[in-house]
T-cell receptor, first 117, second 113 residues
């Protein structure tokens, strides 16, 4: 299957700082990348959908000025959490349907655990 | 009502037991259905797709009932390594016109020695 890498795997930062998370497709061109957030004992919640070369589509309730998504190339999508606060502490995961349609399997990155102090 | 509902568990079962998980979904226009497995602090991994005709992969059997909007997963001869959270996932068009994956909260399984 397709491989998606994600960095960093874990980050601890002070409140007010910005954190950038990178997702790379290693062996395919990711036209679409989904960004999810998962709080403890909760399901994955879709934050936004990014398509290469265009603006991301954000889910209702997700602040686009706080969670900046860039998908400038077919192999790299980034999520920047700006001015992070403790309530942003969560597990962030990216995924891509690969080159197939969205009906098929999603290929997930290994996730980034963000802790904001 | 949540779009995808699962019993959170935990289900504590002895090795060798058979365990069944259920999932219901609210959007009748949903098109694709999956079971994913998620280990603690890891990303979800696809376990199997689910079809109306039912499908089996070794000790795992999945079933879809579109009329009842119900999905099931049966695990036979449970192993210690089956301990994980099992996520029910539904693909389809939302009422707002977007296409996306909807995840259930997951059912936690603990297989005991």
């Amino acid at each position: 299957g397709a491989v998606v890498s994600q960095h960093p795997s874990r980050v601890i930062c002070k409140s007010g700082t910005s954190v950038k998370i990178e997702c790379r497709s290693l062996d395919f061109q990711a036209t679409t990348m989904f960004w999810y957030r998962q709080f403890p004992k909760q399901s994955l919640m879709l934050m936004a959908t990014s398509n290469e070369g265009s603006k991301a589509t954000y889910e209702q309730g997700v602040e686009k000025d706080k969670f900046l998504i860039n998908h400038a190339s077919l192999t790299l999508s980034t999520l920047t959490v700006t001015s992070a606060h403790p309530e942003d502490s969560s597990f962030y995961i990216c995924s891509s349907p690969g080159t197939a349609s969205s009906y098929n399997e999603q290929f997930f990155g290994p996730g980034t655990r963000l802790t904001v102090l | 009502r949540k779009e995808v509902e699962q019993d959170p568990g935990p289900f504590n079962v002895p090795e060798g037991a058979t365990v069944a998980f259920n999932c219901t979904y609210s959007n009748s226009a949903s098109q694709s259905f999956f079971w994913y497995r998620q280990d603690c602090r890891k990303e979800p991994k696809l376990l199997m797709s689910v079809y109306s005709s039912g499908n089996e992969d070794g000790r795992f059997t999945a079933q879809l009932n579109r009329a009842s909007q119900y999905i099931s997963l049966l695990i036979r001869d449970s192993k210690l390594s089956d301990s994980a959270t099992y996520l029910c996932v539904v693909n389809g068009w939302t009422t707002s016109g977007t296409y996306k994956y909807i995840f259930g909260t997951g059912t936690r399984l603990k297989v005991l020695a």
